[in-house]
C-alpha cells in the first residue's frame, strides 16, 4: 500500500502552509505543531513529514527543538521524515539524535551528490527533488539550480527515497502532475514520494494508481478540510 505522509511546515514555530514556495504568501494554520502531529499519528498516518521553513531559507535550525518534541510525541507510533536546511552530516547526525527516522536533503544534494552516501551511514535520506517547470530549485526554492529532475536520479544511488515536489502546484490544491510523476516512478529504482498538489481524495486515489509509487505528502487539503488524514488512508486502503 502507499504509504500516507501527512505534512507540517513550520515557521516560527507555527504550522504554516506556502503558496508555490512563496514566502510571502504564508497561511498560518496553528500555534501547536506537537499538537497537529499527534493527531495525525491517532488518526493512523504512518509517518509524519515536516518541513522547517525557516532552516530550508536561512540554514538556521530555529525549529529543531519542535521537530525532536514531535519525535519524542510520536514515539513508536509513526515515524518522521523531517526536511529543510538538512546541509551536513552533522545536521543528519542531530536529527536521527532527535529522533527523526529519515532526512530529507535537497539543495546540498543537489550541489554535493556525494554528501548524500555520508549522511546515509548516519540516517535514511531521502533526496528532495523540486522543480519548477522541471528544472530543480534549491535554498528554500528561491533559486534554480540549472539541474533537470529526469537528469537527478542516477546521481543519488544511496537515497532511500525520493521525494519531488511540483512547486507551482505546492499549496495550490490544483491537483498533482500524474504524468509526470508517472515518469519518474518509471525513471527510478528508488521509491518516490509524490508532494504538490493533493487537493481531494480523487487525487489521492488517482496517485495510488501509479504502479510502484511509494508515498503521497498532503498538508494544505487537510488543513482547508479537503479530506481527514483517516479518509485518505481508507481510500489507500480501497485503492
Known amino acids: 500500500m502507499v504509504d500516507l ?6 515557521r516560527g514555530g507555527r504550522v504554516v502552509r506556502l503558496a508555490k514556495g512563496d514566502y510571502d504568501a504564508e497561511t498560518v494554520y496553528g500555534d501547536d505543531p506537537v499538537a497537529v502531529a499527534r493527531s495525525f499519528a491517532d488518526a493512523g498516518a504512518p509517518w509524519i513529514h515536516v518541513v522547517d521553513l525557516d532552516a530550508a531559507r536561512s540554514g538556521d535550525p530555529v525549529n529543531r527543538p519542535i521537530v525532536a518534541a514531535i519525535a519524542g510525541e510520536l514515539g513508536d507510533r509513526a515515524r518522521l521524515q523531517n526536511g529543510g536546511g538538512v546541509r551536513t552530516v552533522a545536521d543528519a547526525r542531530a536529527l536521527a539524535a532527535a529522533g527523526v527516522a529519515r532526512v530529507v536533503m535537497g539543495s546540498a544534494a543537489v ?13 535514511d535520506v531521502a533526496v528532495g527533488l523540486d522543480h519548477r517547470d522541471g528544472e530543480l530549485a534549491v535554498h528554500g526554492w528561491t533559486e534554480g539550480s540549472g539541474v533537470r529532475l529526469d537528469e537527478a ?17 505546492d499549496g495550490m490544491l490544483s491537483g498533482p502532475d500524474i504524468g509526470g510523476l508517472s515518469a519518474a516512478v518509471a525513471a527510478t529504482d528508488v521509491p518516490v514520494i509524490a508532494s504538490g498538489g493533493v487537493a481531494s481524495l480523487d487525487d489521492i486515489v488517482e496517485l495510488a494508481a501509479i504502479p510502484g509509487l511509494g508515498g503521497i505528502i498532503t498538508g494544505k487539503a487537510l488543513y482547508e478540510g479537503r479530506f481527514s488524514v483517516a479518509e485518505a488512508l481508507a481510500a489507500l486502503e480501497r485503492a
Request: glycine share 6%; aromatic share 12%.
Open 5 to 10: 505522509y501527512p505534512a507540517i511546515d513550520l
Open 111 to 123: 550541489a554535493e551528490p556525494e554528501l548524500v552516501g555520508r549522511a546515509s551511514e548516519v540516517v
Open 153 to 169: 536520479f542516477d546521481r543519488f544511488p544511496d537515497a532511500a527515497a525520493f521525494v519531488i515536489t511540483d512547486i507551482g502546484r
